[in-house]
């Protein structure tokens, strides 16, 4: 055992190496001399005194050797000498170093960066109290709009009271309000919460307190918690905000506290409010509708409940509910509710995007790992000679293995160095790109896990460099020094195994590049998609005045309406303008005001769903400004006004959905269902006077939904949304639009100032994003790719010169031998490709979801990919072919 | 009979020790010597068994090593028995003379085991 004394000593010989051994060098000296002065003494010649003083020591550098094995830690020091050494062999084959550190790094870098990822968005713990112990309730419905409809509160009422296995519900209404600070009107997006929600989400206050019990009801002061993100963004985290009276719409309210960070959901939110804020929220409509859908259900686990126990619960009542309250639930629709874990619920969005970037990522990595394997077996055997020469000096096989590993240990770790870089500077983009799909983008970081991750990645991946490459046996080593040392081709394992690593880079290489294909096609199909307006010089802006609960404010509809046609006019007004339009909402935009429409003398078959259409309104202008065709009928005109009979244009979709091959112009529609008595829309009958064609108001990649256009003034004035179509240059238009409606509604809301390309873009930016990211790592894999099948034939080539030189010199010209080359790595190629082909054709149905107007197996994209791999990799064939055609059989004869 | 013996393990620290403590503070030649002629030179002390020895005994703290000038003016690195060395010559001596009494008893010819 050796005692903690010894071991500090030796622990501190190891660093102090030169002076010991300087001091070592000396007791010899002084040693050799003594006795070499006694030997002369007893009367011996000086020098072979000297000698025998030396065949005495019994040989000095075993005595130094045997020395320093007790000074220090032997092992450690073989790591500093191994590390020194592998050092300075790198710096000697600076082209193998850099080439190896950098397909390195784009492994690491872009497996760190993804890992990061998934490790914010998937793995880490919730910041809730037992966050594993909430579930998020969803309520849907066959047919469009129907994914998410919400709760009602009678309905929340029924599992609150029906179900033992939820400890705690917490009833969560999205809303938005306008936040107004002296002349700024901003709008906020707003959750109006029961007082438990913060304990039921087991979330916390930074500063100040959150809602509780005595904030229920319609009778208490309204109340503001702001998110964490709110808080730094709006008010730079000033914690002397606790108390602060903020004006939203037309009250004054205090903000009562601060939130922990914590992801939001289902939608991104700026505060917290209690439900008295919104005099609807409270209202009999609201407290006793049972169609009145505005919640969101988020509830706690109650103790040893399970997820499955609460599913069968939650079952049971909606079953019990359904017969029950049968004039609520279309039984055509299919009403059904979902009981899915909390974090699920957060990542569902991003799953199969994250799935994706992980598995191009790790792809990436093994086509990397494939070809540093590759070079390092062909440097491997360059280097026979070298480690043949280290063998006979003494070096045994474990040492010159723990050489390799240095050498290997350091490539990986600069690679991992430079890696770790790439993966911070392509983070902020990663996080920019998934905040669309993610509510846990946020928590992105490169944090100490995530290095720990590279780290093992990286020690990983050089032990398996080292144990790829065979070292020779210990006995052989003996056959080979006899023979000089002089051998230069690799096993026929080894050359297996290299053309194998080739094959499979090019395969994994195609099936990116399929997956990349696939999704560059699906967004240029999605940009060719038309938006359903015939021009694109249209500039559309929205600045709503009212609510729809603004309804029984007494003239507010007239004022409204008053002041949008003095805004028409002044926008007509500016220069360049050719027409504008007003309706609401502006076009490309989805209506969130949605009702069940019933047509004269259609009956709909049993178990059919009743159509949902989406209520819009139109002024005169607002088709030709917006260049949506009306495709029968008419138009709105200046004569239907308030007072006469109520017409309505239908689009395309309802059309087709209630007229199939007849003329809806002259028919009579009608809105219906229960909800309508909690608006101030009426159910009366209202005569089609024409159609229009679709517009894609949900995005490029949805189905249009049936749409039925009210006259502006014969429908309350929501949303207010203007469009504005100009000769050119559209887009410079905005400031000035701005200015007019600013001079007439001074503290107005003005939003989404935006031309239609910009809204287009909007919809394809995130697929632009996606198929640039896969594209990228498949451009990334194809280079190391074609980088592999040049080096290895490059080695290929260069272990053959003599067999060349030998078949050039009876007759080969250099066009047969570098066909010959060609053709060697030509196959690789092909056997790579067709197996990158087959595994695509299977492995892109699990992107199916990310894809649009293309199929998984689109022939077009396959052909496509394989055509560039060849061509790709025949260039990359070429660099060593021609080399190979330019053995001057002489020189290679002779050497 | 080979001529020469090796030194047992764990012997020549003893050796030097009580070398070190019957002759005071000496450098290495000294030390080889003296084991040497007590040995009658039957055991021969190369510098890679003895140098490792003193190293070892410096780095538990059983003696200090120090250069200073010799007999005949050179410079040599003399070796001296530090306290804790002394305790450890005292210990080392009552086990060794221990167990050389056990192994003597086993080793007794066969009458007085009986």
Sequence with gaps: MMRLREGLARLTGAFRRHRAEDDLHAEFESHLEMETAEYIRRGMAPDEARRQALIASGGLTQATEAVRAQRGIPWLEGITTDLRYAFRALRHSPAFTTVVVLTLALGIGANTAIFGVVRAVVLKPLPHRDGDRLVYLRQSHDGPGGESILFSVPEVRDYREGTKTLGGIAEYSPFTFTLRDGNDALRVTAGLVTGNFFQVMGLSPILGRVTDATDDGAGVPPVMVLTHEYWMRRFNGDSSVIGRLVKVDSRTVPVIGVLEPAPYFPDRVDVFFNMVISDHHVSAAMVQGRTHRMTEMIARLAPEATVEQVRAEVAAVHERVVTEHREAYDPASHFRVAVIPFREALGARAQLMLWLLVGAAAFVLVIAAANVTNLTLMRGVRREPELVARAALGAGSSRLRRLLLAENLLLTLMGAVLGVMLAVAGTG??????????????????????????????????????????????????????????????????????????????????????????????????????????????????????????????????????????????????????????????????????????????????????????????????????????????????????????????????????????????????????????????????????????????????????????????????????????????????????????????????????????????????????????????????????????????????????????????????????????????????????????????????????????????????????????????????????????????????? | MADKLDVKQGTLALMILRTLDVLGPLHGYGVARRIEETSRNRLTLNYGTLYPALLKLEQEGFISGEWRPSENNRRAKYYALTPAGRKQLARETREWHETADLIAAFLAPRREAR
């Design chain 1, 429 to 895: 983009l990663l996080v920019s790109f998934l905040n669309r799909y993610s509510a846990r983008a946020g928590e992105i970081r490169l944090d100490g896990a995530v290095l720990g991750f590279t780290l093992a990645m990286s020690v990983a991946l050089a032990l398996l460099l080292s144990y790829v490459a065979a070292l020779p046996k210990e006995g052989a080593f003996a056959a080979l020094i006899s023979a000089g040392g002089r051998r230069v081709s690799g096993s026929a394992r080894k050359h297996r195994l290299q053309r194998g690593l080739v094959v499979a880079q090019v395969a994994v290489s195609v099936v990116l590049l399929a997956g990349a294909g696939l999704l560059t096609r699906t967004m240029v199909q999605l940009s060719q998609v038309s938006t359903g307006l015939r021009t694109e010089e249209v500039l559309t802006m929205n600045v709503p005045l009212l609510e729809l609960s603004d309804a029984r404010i007494l003239g507010a509809d007239a004022a409204a309406k008053e002041r949008y046609q003095r805004m028409l006019q002044e926008l007509r007004a500016l220069p360049g303008v050719r027409a504008v339009g007003l309706g609401s909402p502006s076009p490309l935009r989805r209506s969130t005001v949605v009702f069940e429409v019933k047509a004269e003398g259609k009956v709909l078959a049993v178990g059919e769903a009743m159509p949902r259409g989406e209520l819009r309104t139109a002024d005169p202008g607002f088709f030709s400004a917006a260049g949506i065709p009306v495709l029968r009928g008419r138009a709105f005109t200046e004569s239907d006004r308030a007072e006469s009979g109520r017409v309505v244009i239908i689009n395309e979709t309802l059309a087709n959905r209630y007229w199939p091959g007849e003329d809806p112009v002259g028919q009579r529609m009608a809105w219906t269902g229960d909800v309508l008595r909690f608006t101030p829309i009426s159910g009366d009958w209202r005569t089609v006077v024409g159609v229009v064609g679709n517009t894609q108001d949900g995005g490029l990649d949805t189905e249009p939904r049936p749409v039925v256009f009210m006259p502006f003034t014969q429908m309350m004035a929501i949303g207010g949304g203007f469009v504005i179509r100009a000769d050119s240059n559209i887009a410079r238009l905005a400031p000035a639009a701005t200015r007019v409606v600013r001079r007439i509604v001074p503290t107005a809301l003005i939003e989404n100032v935006m031309t239609v390309a910009q809204i287009k873009d909007q919809s394809v930016a995130p697929r632009r994003v996606n198929a640039a990211l896969v594209s990228a790592f498949g451009l990334l894999a194809v280079i190391i790719a074609a980088v592999g099948i040049a080096g290895v034939l490059a080695f290929s080539v260069s272990a053959r010169t003599n067999e060349i030189g030998i078949r050039m010199s009876l007759g080969a010209d250099g066009g047969m031998v570098q066909r010959m080359i060609l053709r060697e790595g030509g196959a690789l190629l092909a056997i790579g490709t067709v197996v990158g082909i087959a595994v695509a054709f299977f492995a892109t149905r699990a992107i199916r979801g990310l894809l649009f107007g293309v199929t998984p197996n689109d022939p077009l994209t396959l052909v496509g990919v394989a055509l560039m791999m060849a061509a790709i990799g025949i260039v990359a064939c070429w660099i060593p072919a021609s080399r190979a055609a330019r053995i001057d059989p002489a020189i290679t004869m002779r050497s």
